[in-house]
């Protein structure tokens, strides 16, 4: 029974140093919250040092916000001043004579937009540039003394004939100055008039925002418009519709060179590269003699 006994209960040296190696893991496993502990105590916060660095932030904050209003105080210490005229004036020697180069871009869409400057006045109003920048500006300024100019606008309700205005009258329609007045009778020359006021939105700078601010404002009367003989039409005469490529203007003189004088629109159509919506664009233009 004893010898049994003592045969069950016998291990290998194997399966004594397996039981060994497996103590020693278990042990390591239990203590190692211990020793990670025993290494690694937490740091404690230390709120004066906090308080500190969050007081450094804030006052780093405000430091920025007043390094912004001083920025063109800085940048006009080293400005050179020099005469000059204000209206197309580059962005380059606005920053020349001290402003940023944010100031600068807010003139430039004004001059975009159709502003222009006929006094000093007029240079005295933008709110990007400040009194103090002004007075310093204000000698240099190649434009007559005075307030800023104000044009004549049209009474409420009165509707101005875009067709027949010259560029004086053109600047009494609410939003229009005298650069968008130039640009608009600069393109009615070349198309030969308005047939509709939506061509408006075709001058350059008059977008979709512009033409909602002047639309109540004018008329148009197609009785004004300048018309071509299509049958007797050469190329240069063609060349004044901003609608036709010069492909497009061959194609009609030679189409009409071979197959003879078109009887109205509907002959046009017959020109492969012409497509519905230039035809519409030309039409009013055209006379069929």
Known sequence: MIPRIK?????SKKEWNGMVVMIILIALVLAAPYIYQANHKDNTINFKAFDKAANTTTENAGIDVANDAVSSRVISAKASLFHFNPNKLPVANWVKLGLTEHQAEIIKHY???GGQFYTKGDVQKMYSINAETYKRLEPYIDLPDGPAYHINKAKPGEV??????????LTMIRGIGPAFAHRIVHYRERVGGFYNKEQLKEVYGIDAEKYNQIKNGVSVDGRHIIKVNINTAVFNDLK???YLSFK??????AYRDEHGSYRSIKDLENIAILNAQILRKIEPYLVFK
């Open 160 to 169: 101005i004939e875009i067709n027949s205005a010259d560029s004086a009258r």
């Open 7 to 11: 045969h069950y209960l016998s291990i």
């Open 240 to 242: 004044r519709f901003p």
């Open 111 to 113: 001059e975009d937009k």
């Open 248 to 253: 497009q203007m061959d194609a009609i003189i």
